[in-house]
């Protein structure tokens, strides 16, 4: 599906993957839905679509559709400051773990889609899958869904 801005059309997909600082395993639970609701919002705002998304319990993957007027580091930035806020904001026990506002490593790995979007939509799938394992089953489904 190709999208249209006012003299432009484009199709801009990125597989975005982020962790915890030190690559904590902590995204389970309540927070793992917290984390999705989160997203879902703040990407809402931004008009940027989720194409796929899973939060496993130490690293997030998402495919995004994110419209050429942004950068992918500041929707990226944009995504871990803004959620990190609120993270600490509703899980105040966090902040032993995390000094300040740095919920989320510094760095993030993105590639571009391309022609192989169900490849990387199927992967992102079976992300959960391979993190059900560590989740203890302490998660009622995807919280992107």
Known sequence: M???LAHTVWECKYHVVWIPKYRRA???????QDIGIILRRLCDYKGIEIVEATACCNHIHMCLSIPPKYSVSSIVGYLKGKSAIEIFERHSQLRQNFRGHHFWARGYYV???GLDEAKVRNYIKNQEEGDRLGDSGQSSGDPFQ
């Open 26 to 32: 902590v995204v389970y639970g309540k927070l793992r």
């Open 2 to 4: 190709r999208n249209k």
């Open 111 to 113: 590639s571009t889609v």
